[in-house]
């Protein structure tokens, strides 16, 4: 069974950083592409980032570009999303998902984890 | 950017009735789209994928339609399980973008 847990949401100061992770599990890890897709209270959903399976290709929306920062290990089935100059139009669930079945049509999803930015 | 504009914003219905949301993109996105289904308080769920196909365990009375800039996603017959927030979304090039949502309420 496909399980994705992300971790590392909380409160955090305007301009500060942190780091979300998604551990995966019940699928060959490094075979697919992951992605960060948020949604900001009462509001839509926004994807953030993508990551092929290899690590070696990266996308991001224009919000956050120069800004955060995605990674994984493939050793370790987790992705990551380093989030530096936090800004209170950040905060938001952020979810990981993944597209195993066709094109980049996410089939499955972490529970999400809630990233606040506030003073 | 490919932008999504998805309408009605809201719909109110009442069980047994058929109800229709219509995506358009700012440009040809072929059959990259999907559509998910989202209940309060969980993630979303896939519920059609390349513009018409019925992901696995999604019920019959689903459909999704359309290619190049305008979809449709048709729900046949609601069922009280069915009230939630729909969107959807491009997966023709990166940024990936969805639509704005459309609340389908009990009327």
């Known amino acids: 069974e496909v399980q994705l847990l992300e971790s590392g949401g909380g409160l955090v100061q305007p301009g500060g950083s942190l780091r979300l992770s998604c551990a995966a599990s019940?699928?060959?890890?490094?075979?697919?592409?992951m992605s960060w897709v948020r949604q900001a209270p009462g509001k839509g959903l926004e994807w953030v980032s993508g990551?092929?399976?290899?690590?070696?290709?990266?996308y991001y929306a224009d919000s956050v570009k120069g800004r955060f920062t995605i990674s994984r290990d493939n050793s370790k089935n987790t992705l990551d999303l380093q989030m530096n100059s936090l800004r209170a139009e950040d905060t938001a669930i952020y979810y990981c998902?993944?597209?195993?079945?066709?094109?980049?049509?996410?089939?499955?999803w972490g529970q999400g984890t809630l990233v606040t930015v506030s003073s | 950017d490919i932008q999504m504009t998805q309408s009605p914003s809201s719909v109110s219905a009442s069980v047994g009735d058929r109800v229709t949301i219509t995506c358009r993109a700012s440009?040809?996105?072929?059959?990259?789209l999907a559509w998910y289904q989202q209940k309060p308080g969980k993630a979303p769920k896939l519920l059609i994928y390349?513009?018409?196909s019925l992901q696995s365990g999604v019920p019959s009375r689903f459909s999704g339609s359309g290619s190049g800039t305008d979809f449709t996603l048709t729900i046949s017959s609601l069922q009280p399980e069915d009230f939630a927030t729909y969107f959807c979304?491009?997966?023709?090039?990166?940024?990936?973008?969805f639509g704005g949502g459309t609340k389908v309420e009990i009327k």
């Open positions: 998902a993944t597209a195993q079945h066709y094109g980049n049509f996410f089939d499955y």
């Open positions: 019940g699928f060959t890890f490094s075979k697919y592409a």
């Open positions: 990551i092929s399976g290899s690590g070696a290709a990266t």
């Open positions: 440009q040809g996105i072929s059959s990259w």
């Open positions: 390349a513009a018409s």
């Open positions: 979304q491009q997966a023709k090039s990166f940024p990936l973008t």
